[in-house]
């Protein structure tokens, strides 16, 4: 069965970092574009950024342009995503997601992935 478990997520002051992990497993994941997702409570889902099979094609949000940074290691089925300069408008519930397998065209909206982890909280202080 496919599975997506995120970690790494935790508690830190306004500008400090953290870099979450996304290990994945059932499915094919270095042929599946893979996105990271953010909710806040009260808040729809939003998207945060995408990165294609290779890892060489990446888009992010406004918000997380220029302070995140979204990468893979498709030897180890893992994603990651680096972030930066956090902000408390940072602090949600950080999603990792898999987009059918086979598809090639990076990926904006939740309901463009087949595989959703369990996420993992952010919260950031000011």
């Known amino acids: 069965q496919p599975q997506l478990v995120e970690s790494g997520g935790g508690l830190v002051q306004a500008g400090g970092s953290l870099r979450l992990s996304c290990a994945a497993s059932g499915f094919t994941f270095r042929r599946s574009v893979m996105g990271w997702f953010r909710q806040a409570p009260g808040k729809e889902r939003e998207f945060v950024a995408t990165?294609?099979?290779?890892?060489?094609?990446?888009t992010f949000s406004d918000s997380a342009k220029g302070r995140f940074t979204i990468s893979r290691d498709n030897a180890k089925n893992t994603l990651y995503l680096q972030m930066n300069s956090l902000k408390p408008e940072d602090t949600a519930s950080y999603y990792c997601?898999?987009?059918?397998?086979?598809?090639?065209?990076?990926?904006?909206?939740?309901?463009?992935?087949?595989?959703w982890g369990q996420g993992t909280q952010v919260s950031v202080s000011s």
């Open positions: 990165i294609s099979w290779s890892g060489s094609g990446t």
């Open positions: 997601a898999a987009g059918p397998t086979g598809a090639l065209s990076l990926r904006y909206k939740p309901e463009d992935y087949d595989y």
